[in-house]
C-alpha cells in the first residue's frame, strides 16, 4: 500500500460509525417526540373537558338566577301578591302597621332586587371561569405536563396591565371610562377579585410545579392586530400580522408566497403598518368566557316568555303560575300622579309593567348554529356524547394549548444543536464527506424541540320546545339546561389560540410592528428590537431580499409539462394546490425547492 494511502479507511469507518450513531441518536430522539406528543395531547384534552366542565357550571348558575328572577321577583305570592285570586297586577303585600307602598316604590324595589341578582350573576361570570383555569391545570399537570414559563410570564404581564403597574399600562386608560370597561358591574367591582385569583393561580402548586401548564382560550383586552393607514395592495399587514407567513419564508413555501412575490416590493414595501389593541371588554373572564351578557328587557323578552312556552315548560317544576307574566300591560314607561301611583286612562290599564325593571342574563351573538354544510361532512366520524346532543352550536368553548419539551439527545442543555461534522472536519480525507454530514445534521435537526399540541371542550344542553329538542340559545335568555361536556372536533369550531400563548410573537406584534411602520429601511429598526426579536427580523430581511424573491419566482415558473408542439402546458405554480390522493391517476404531488436559496 501507498505511503499517501494509509488511513483512508480508517477515516471512512470513522464517519460510517459517526454516521450509525447519528440514526441511533435520531431513534432515540423521534420516541422521545412521540411519547411527548401523546402525553402533551392527553393533558390538553383533559384540560379542555376540566375548563369546559367549569363553563357548564357557570351557564347553569347564571341559568338558575335567571330562573330566581322569573320566580321569586315576579310570581311569588308572599312578595308581590300575582296568584290566581289576585285582582290586581304586582299587588304587594304588606302589615296593617306597615305604611302603603305606591306604584313607584313598588317598582324600584323590584328593580334593586333584580340588580342584586344580576351582581351575583357577574360575579359568577368572573369567578367561575377562573375556577375552570385552575382546574385545567391540576388536569394537565396529573398528565404529566409540567409548568411553562412563558404562560406564567404572559399571563403576570396582562394582570400587571391591567391592574395598572405595567410600564405599558397606559394603553388601558380605556378603563377608566365607563364608555369601555364599567369598574363596578351592579355593585359588583369585579377587577380585584378577579386579578387577586388569577395571581393565586399563578402561584398554584401541583405536580408540575407553580404556574400555567396549559394556556387557556381567551378573548384578551389589549391584543394587538395589524393594519395598514392608508390600506395597501396587496395587504402586507395581513401578511406581517400571521405567523404562517413567517413559517412559509422560512421553509421557502413558495406556493404560499406565491401572490406575495409578485407584488411591487419597492421601498418601505410594508407601507405604514399600524397596531390596533382590542378594546372590547367583554364584561366576564378574559379567560374561559361564556359570551353572555346581562341586559335589559325589550318587547322580545315577552314575546319569548308570551309565546315560546320556554319557561312555562321549565317552572313547572316550581308550581307556581307564569299567567300573570302573559297578562297584555302596558309596555310605555308608567305615569304616576302626585302620591307616586299609576295613572290609568284610556289608553292606559294601570297595570304595572315589570320587565323593564329586571335584567336579564342572555347568550351573545356568537351563539349561533354550526353551518349544516360542515355538521354533515363530520358526523359519520362522531359517535359518543356530541353525536348525541340535538344540534350543533357555536358559542361557550373551552380550547387548551400546551407547549412541551422533550429531551433529545442530538440538542445539548443549553440548546445549541451538537455538529458532529465540525469534529471531523479538518481530518485528512475528510473533506468530501463532510457536506454529506451536515445535510444529514440538518434533516435530524429539522424537528421542532418544543412540541404544540391543543384541544377542544364545550359545553352541551338542549331546550325542550313543543315537546321538540333544541339549542339551549333559542330561548335567548340563559336557562341552565346544560348537562354534557365533550371534546369536539377542531374543525368545526376553533376560537383560536389565546393570543398570549405565545408571548414572544404577542410582543413582536406589540413591540416591533410600530417600530417597523415608523422605519423606511429594516436596518434602520433600533437595535434592541432587532436582537429581541431577530428571528422575525431575520426573515423579513430574506423577504426583502430581491435574489430570494426572484429564486422563488422562477421556481413557480418552472416548466413541468409541454404539449406535442413543445409549448408549455404546467408550470410548477399549477400543482401548487394539488395534493396526493391516494389514487392511481397523477394529481400533482405538490413538492418544494429541491435546493433551497
Known amino acids: 500500500m501507498r505511503r499517501g494511502e494509509r488511513g483512508q479507511v480508517l477515516i471512512l469507518g470513522i464517519v460510517a460509525l459517526i454516521i450509525l450513531l447519528l440514526a441511533i441518536f435520531s431513534l432515540f430522539d423521534i420516541q422521545n417526540l412521540i411519547r411527548g406528543k401523546i402525553k402533551a395531547q392527553a393533558a390538553v384534552d383533559s ?21 330566581i328572577k322569573a320566580t321569586t321577583l315576579l310570581i311569588d305570592e308572599d312578595i308581590f ?73 404572559a399571563v403576570a404581564m396582562q394582570n400587571s396591565m391591567l391592574a395598572g403597574s405595567d410600564e405599558r399600562s397606559h394603553l388601558y386608560d380605556f378603563f377608566k371610562e365607563d364608555e369601555y370597561c364599567s369598574q363596578h358591574l351592579y355593585g359588583f367591582q369585579w377587577h380585584v377579585p378577579y386579578l387577586n385569583m388569577l395571581t393565586v393561580l399563578l402561584h398554584q402548586q401541583g405536580k408540575g410545579g407553580l404556574g400555567f401548564a396549559v394556556m387557556p382560550s381567551g378573548e384578551m383586552i389589549g391584543a394587538p392586530s395589524l393594519y395598514t393607514d392608508p390600506p395597501s395592495n396587496p395587504d402586507f399587514a395581513r401578511y406581517l400580522g400571521s405567523k404562517m407567513f413567517y413559517e412559509a419564508v422560512r421553509g421557502d413555501d413558495f406556493c404560499y408566497l406565491r401572490t406575495l412575490l409578485l407584488s411591487n416590493f419597492s421601498s418601505k414595501w410594508w407601507g405604514n403598518i399600524k397596531v390596533k389593541q382590542n378594546t372590547n371588554f367583554p364584561k366576564e373572564s378574559e379567560y374561559l368566557p361564556v359570551r353572555v351578557k346581562i341586559a335589559a328587557s325589550s318587547a322580545e323578552t315577552y314575546d ?63 351563539w349561533i348554529d354550526y353551518n349544516k354544510n360542515v355538521t354533515r361532512h363530520w358526523e359519520r366520524y362522531l359517535d359518543g356524547t356530541f353525536k348525541q346532543e340535538a344540534a350543533y352550536y357555536s358559542g361557550a368553548v373551552a380550547r387548551m394549548d400546551a407547549f412541551f419539551s422533550p429531551k433529545l439527545l442530538f440538542t445539548n442543555r443549553s440548546g445549541e444543536k451538537r455538529q458532529f461534522s465540525d469534529a471531523v472536519e479538518g481530518y485528512k480525507g475528510s473533506g468530501r464527506y463532510v457536506n ?52 369536539i372536533p377542531v374543525a368545526l369550531e376553533n376560537p383560536g389560540m389565546n393570543p398570549l400563548a405565545d408571548i414572544n410573537w404577542y410582543l413582536f406584534l406589540l413591540n416591533y410592528m410600530p417600530a ?82
Open 47 to 67: 384540560a379542555a373537558i376540566a375548563g369546559a366542565n367549569w363553563q357548564r357550571h357557570t351557564l347553569n348558575l347564571v341559568g338558575e338566577l335567571n330562573m
Open 81 to 153: 301578591g300575582i296568584g290566581e285570586n289576585s285582582d290586581t297586577f304586582l299587588e304587594v303585600q304588606h302589615r296593617d302597621d306597615e305604611e302603603p307602598v305606591n306604584d313607584k316604590q313598588r317598582l324600584q324595589q323590584l328593580s334593586q332586587a333584580s340588580d342584586l341578582i344580576s351582581q351575583m350573576q357577574y360575579r359568577a361570570l368572573f369567578i367561575c371561569p377562573l375556577i375552570g383555569v385552575g382546574a385545567a391545570q391540576a388536569a394537565a399537570k396529573n398528565n404529566g405536563l409540567s409548568s411553562y414559563e412563558n404562560f406564567g410570564k
Open 304 to 366: 319569548l316568555i308570551a309565546d315560546y312556552g320556554v319557561l312555562e315548560e321549565l317552572l313547572k317544576r316550581t308550581g307556581k303560575d307564569i299567567t300573570p307574566l302573559k297578562k297584555k300591560f302596558d309596555w310605555n314607561e308608567p305615569v304616576y300622579d302626585e302620591e307616586g301611583n299609576t295613572v290609568v286612562s284610556d289608553e292606559r290599564d294601570g297595570k304595572l309593567n315589570p320587565l323593564p325593571a329586571i335584567d336579564w342574563a342572555f347568550y351573545k351573538e356568537e
Open 436 to 487: 454529506r454530514l451536515r445535510t444529514a445534521e440538518s434533516i435530524l435537526q429539522a424537528s421542532p424541540p418544543t412540541i404544540h399540541a391543543y384541544a377542544l371542550a364545550k359545553p352541551f344542553g338542549k331546550l325542550q320546545i313543543d315537546k321538540k329538542f333544541a339549542p339551549p340559545h333559542y330561548s335567548s335568555m340563559v336557562l341552565p339546561v346544560f348537562s354534557e361536556t365533550a371534546l
Open 516 to 597: 417597523l411602520g415608523n422605519a423606511n429601511t429594516l436596518d434602520s429598526i433600533p437595535q434592541d428590537l432587532q436582537r429581541q426579536f431577530r428571528h422575525y427580523h431575520s426573515l423579513l430581511k430574506k423577504v426583502d431580499d430581491p435574489a430570494w424573491r426572484q429564486f422563488g419566482i422562477d421556481w413557480l415558473e418552472r416548466p413541468l409539462g409541454y404539449d406535442e408542439d413543445g409549448n408549455v402546458i404546467l408550470r410548477q405554480k399549477d400543482r401548487c394546490n394539488y395534493w396526493p390522493s391516494g389514487n392511481n391517476g397523477d394529481c400533482g404531488i405538490r413538492t418544494m425547492p429541491a435546493a433551497k436559496f
